[in-house]
Structures are given as structure tokens and as C-alpha cells.
């Protein structure tokens, strides 16, 4: 209850519960009772209108929200189709651009790792396929220190 109202809750005489509330039954009997009435009528047709209002503005709501998951799908889609095709056509070019550098001197069991660690970090793979020999040396020597 303290979540739903916090500290707004009556104390002393004000705190009454359902069983204190003293209901007069003579006063019932005081009020007219107009069961029927036109703008009851009205006001049944304007609450009933109103609820297919929000729902149909709902609905509205709902396909525009479907409609920007169905778009981002779509791109994600995409982006993971350029990932494949870079993998699935860089892959055998940069393996023997690596393993050429056995030729540098480095040993094929390192260059077995590079491989597998330029395959699973693409970035890094792109930038080690646009550099010369020289660069690709000096990138390796490093990546082996450190």
C-alpha cells in the first residue's frame, strides 16, 4: 500500500475504514431515481465512441511500432549479410597474405593465430590487407612483443 499511495494515507479521526462509515438507510429512499433518461443515452453513445476512438488509435499506434521492427529487421538483415560476404570473400585472400609472411621470417604456428585472431577481429583484418609487406611485418613484430 505505501508503494501505491506512499504517505497520503489519513490518520487520526480522518483514518476511517469501510466498517466506520455509518450508511443511513432513510436517505436511500429521499433521492429520486430516473432510471431512463435521453442524455444517459448520450453520454453511452459518446463513451462508447470514444472506446473504438482509442482503439483504433491503438491499432494505428501498434502498426506503426510493427512497422519500425519490421524496418530495423530488415537492416540488421543487411548488416549481417555484409559481414558474411566480407568473411566469406576476404577469408582465403587474407589467409595467404598471413602465412606469406612466413617468408619474414615468423613461425607458422604464430601465424596460424594471427590468422584466427584477424578473422574474428574484422577491422583489424582490413587494415592488415591494404598494408604492404613492410607494414604487415612491422604490425606482426609488435602484435608478437606485446
Same mark, same amino acid.
Given at each position: 500500500m505505501a /508503494?501505491?499511495? %506512499?504517505?497520503?494515507? =489519513? @490518520? %487520526?479521526?480522518? =483514518?476511517? @475504514?469501510? @466498517?466506520?462509515?455509518? /450508511?443511513?438507510? %432513510?436517505?436511500?429512499?429521499s433521492v429520486p431515481l430516473d432510471c431512463y433518461n435521453e442524455e444517459d443515452e448520450e453520454v453511452r453513445t459518446n463513451v462508447s465512441s470514444s472506446g473504438t476512438s482509442k482503439r483504433k488509435r491503438k491499432n494505428v499506434q501498434e502498426s506503426v511500432v510493427d512497422e519500425q521492427v519490421k524496418f530495423m529487421g530488415e537492416q540488421l538483415g543487411k548488416i549481417a549479410n555484409a559481414l558474411e560476404q566480407f568473411t566469406a570473400d576476404k577469408t582465403p585472400q587474407l589467409y595467404e597474405q598471413v602465412m606469406s609472411m612466413e617468408e619474414e621470417g615468423f613461425h607458422d604456428d604464430f601465424l596460424c593465430s594471427m590468422f584466427d585472431y584477424l578473422v574474428s577481429h574484422e577491422s583489424e583484418a582490413k587494415a592488415f590487407l591494404v598494408k604492404n609487406k613492410k607494414h604487415k611485418k612491422i604490425w606482426l613484430q609488435k602484435f608478437s612483443q606485446g
Open positions: /508503494l501505491v499511495v %506512499g504517505k497520503d494515507i =489519513a @490518520t %487520526g479521526s480522518f =483514518a476511517r @475504514t469501510f @466498517t466506520d462509515i455509518d /450508511l443511513d438507510d %432513510g436517505n436511500q429512499d
